[in-house]
């Protein structure tokens, strides 16, 4: 992740949030640049669980 400058910001210094289905703490990914605002889990199976239940 770069910062308002174009520097890279270091991975202790990257966002994150809690897991909606666990409440696990994850850190933002390049893979989720775009969509961070939507992302609600940390993982695929924290997903799944919370679509079934």
């Known amino acids: 992740m770069k910062n308002a400058k174009g520097k890279v ?3 202790a210094n990257l966002p ?3 897991c ?3 409440g696990r703490p994850f850190s933002w990914r390049k893979k989720w ?3 961070w605002d939507q ?3 940390c993982s ?3 997903r799944a669980t919370n679509a079934k239940a």
């Open 39 to 41: 992302v609600l889990y």
């Open 9 to 11: 910001v270091a991975k």
């Open 44 to 46: 695929d199976k924290c």
């Open 16 to 18: 994150d949030k809690p």
């Open 20 to 22: 909606k289905a666990c």
């Open 33 to 35: 640049a775009r969509d």
